[in-house]
């Protein structure tokens, strides 16, 4: 006979056996979802990590799970640096839309300027604030051939001292502007402008 029961243990094989049910349930309905994870760190000088995005991509689209950036270094760039790479990186995937969530005291006015909008809020949670979804239609043109969005990222990578962006671990070479816009086959993402770029 069948029993339910709390596990106050998390049993990893008994969780992979839950998740692979349901990735097996959807792959029935709706074909193979294509999931691979993003995970980009920002490291200083010292490889220290002082900040990151971790995603995933699946269905077309671009989760991001969690984006950080150090105190100290905010409101230097590196947190849409991290952004747009994560969004060019699920472009190259194929992906073409992007969702997220985030904490009233957090980050919303942020991921506004960069074209999400919110279409769905939970309230007191905690109590007195809020937890907002978003979304973002992903643009292959504007992310590749802007010449502001090239700009910025040019800006974040002038001072290499700072920090290094790290891409999912395997180094990479990078190149901005809309002449040298990534090749499919090489990964290339954006200039670094001294700062190494390189896979998890």
Same mark, same amino acid.
């Given at each position: 006979? !069948?029993? =339910?029961?709390?596990?106050?243990?998390?049993?990893?094989?008994?969780?992979?056996?839950?998740? @692979?049910?349901?990735?097996?349930?959807?792959?029935?309905?709706?074909?193979?979802?294509?999931?691979?994870?993003?995970?980009?760190?920002?490291? &200083?000088?010292?490889?220290?990590?002082?900040?990151?995005?971790?995603?995933?991509?699946?269905?077309?689209?671009?989760?991001?799970?969690?984006?950080?950036?150090?105190?100290?270094?905010?409101?230097?760039?590196?947190?849409?640096?991290?952004? =747009?790479?994560?969004?060019?990186?699920?472009?190259?995937?194929?992906?073409? /839309?992007?969702?997220?969530?985030?904490?009233? #005291?957090? @980050? +919303?006015?942020?991921? !506004?300027?960069?074209?999400?909008?919110?279409?769905?809020?939970?309230?007191? =949670?905690?109590?007195? /604030?809020?937890?907002? #979804?978003?979304?973002?239609?992903? *643009?292959?043109?504007?992310?590749?051939?802007? !010449?502001?969005?090239?700009?910025?990222?040019? &800006?974040? #990578?002038?001072?290499?001292?700072?920090?290094?962006?790290? /891409? &999912?671990?395997?180094?990479?070479?990078?190149?901005? +502007? @809309?002449?040298?816009?990534?090749?499919?086959? /090489?990964?290339?993402?954006?200039?670094?402008?001294?700062?190494?770029? *390189? +896979?998890?």
């Amino acid at each position: 006979m !069948e029993t =339910i029961a709390f596990d106050t243990t998390l049993d990893p094989d008994a969780a992979r056996a839950v998740r @692979a049910g349901l990735s097996a349930y959807n792959r029935s309905r709706v074909g193979d979802d294509g999931y691979q994870e993003l995970t980009i760190f920002l490291r &200083d000088p010292d490889h220290a990590v002082v900040g990151g995005l971790l995603g995933d991509t699946y269905w077309g689209w671009l989760a991001i799970n969690i984006l950080w950036v150090a105190e100290q270094l905010r409101g230097q760039g590196y947190g849409r640096a991290l952004l =747009i790479m994560a969004e060019r990186e699920a472009v190259r995937r194929g992906c073409r /839309h992007a969702h997220l969530d985030t904490m009233s #005291f957090q @980050a +919303r006015p942020f991921y !506004e300027r960069e074209g999400y909008t919110v279409f769905g809020a939970l309230h007191d =949670i905690p109590v007195g /604030h809020s937890r907002y #979804f978003m979304q973002k239609n992903l *643009s292959p043109s504007a992310l590749f051939d802007g !010449e502001s969005v090239d700009q910025s990222l040019g &800006d974040v #990578f002038q001072d290499s001292a700072q920090a290094h962006l790290l /891409h &999912d671990g395997l180094p990479t070479q990078v190149c901005p +502007r @809309a002449h040298d816009r990534p090749d499919p086959r /090489h990964n290339q993402l954006f200039p670094p402008q001294g700062a190494s770029v *390189s +896979r998890a």
